[in-house]
């Protein structure tokens, strides 16, 4: 049995009573990861990438199927498996340091003092090293995201789901974030789940690639990146990078264009 493992999972939207549409947002999703992978989601903007993640950390129930974690259903959110935004949602008024710190703080840890040593040791890791009192508004969008993935780091998760984390960045901070990423990866080897739609982000990071369709979501392809590590920038240029890419590039423009310009297609919602 895989580590995490998703079976058959269906989501309909809109079965809370209220009136209204129920949209069918995830159909049949299967896929496992193993313990300590890098398993990247890829597909159109809306289908059901983020419910997929949601589903995984508890905040979602699926409507029919199972997902099981470390042979255990998972019935809602737990620290160990983290969630890790596009937006990185500090306190305005805390500094980077009492940012990282408040999770031990409100959870009354022991030991606050290996706490700290944590703190200063992952703060090192991002680059953060020197910037402890700095106020958010100080940083730049990188370095803010650096802080919210310290802060998520500092529980120790088993699990990251990773929305679109670096979606809002620059290119340049981008491939900086995702090599620190690879770095983070390297030393604490945490499972992630990586939500993208950029072909070279999920290429460079992941193991797999699990190739979605428009919605309803559904598992169209599965893709094993079978390039070594560590990685740096050079591997996308190798002629494996630049096929996988062209591979991929032609699965997304698929389901780009039987949306494009064409109605949704409505037999998929449901009328409630
Ligand atoms: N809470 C919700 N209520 C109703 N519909 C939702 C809700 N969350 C997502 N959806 C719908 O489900 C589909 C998948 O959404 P989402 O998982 O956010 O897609 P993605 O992250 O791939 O862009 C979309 O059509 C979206 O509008
Ligand atoms: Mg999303």
Not at 57 to 82: K, M, N, Q, S, Y
Request: charge should be neutral.
């Amino acid at each position: 049995m895989a580590y995490l493992e998703i079976s058959g999972v269906d989501k309909v939207f809109g079965t809370d009573g209220k009136p209204g549409q129920k949209v069918l947002a995830l159909e049949g999703i299967n896929f496992a990861v193993e313990q300590g992978e890098i398993y990247a989601l890829l597909g159109p903007s809306g289908c059901g990438k983020s419910t997929i993640l949601e589903i995984v950390a508890g905040f979602e129930r699926p409507t029919r199927g199972t997902v099981l974690f470390d042979g255990a259903r998972i019935t809602g959110p737990e620290p160990e498996r983290a969630m890790v935004f596009q937006q990185p949602n500090l306190f305005p008024w805390l500094t980077v340091i009492d940012n990282v710190m408040f999770g031990p703080r409100v959870q009354g840890q022991s030991d606050m003092r290996a706490a700290a040593k944590r703190a200063g040791h992952l703060l090192e890791i991002c680059g953060l090293g020197g910037f402890e009192k700095r106020y958010p508004y100080q940083l730049s969008g990188g370095m803010r995201q650096r802080v919210a993935i310290v802060r998520v780091l500092m529980n120790n998760p088993r699990v990251l789901l990773m929305d679109e984390p670096f979606g809002a960045l620059d290119a340049l901070t981008r491939l900086t974030m995702q090599e620190l990423l690879l770095a983070i990866w390297g030393e604490l080897k945490p499972t992630i789940i990586f939500v993208t739609h950029d072909v070279d982000e999920a290429l460079f990071l992941a193991d797999r690639v699990g190739v979605m369709s428009r919605r309803p979501g559904r598992m169209k392809r599965e893709v094993g990146v079978e390039i070594g590590r560590p990685r740096d920038v050079d591997v996308m240029i190798t002629p494996k990078f630049t096929a996988l890419k062209s591979m991929l590039i032609h699965e997304l423009r698929n389901e780009a264009q039987a949306t494009d310009g064409a109605p949704q297609d409505h037999t998929k919602i449901l009328t409630g």
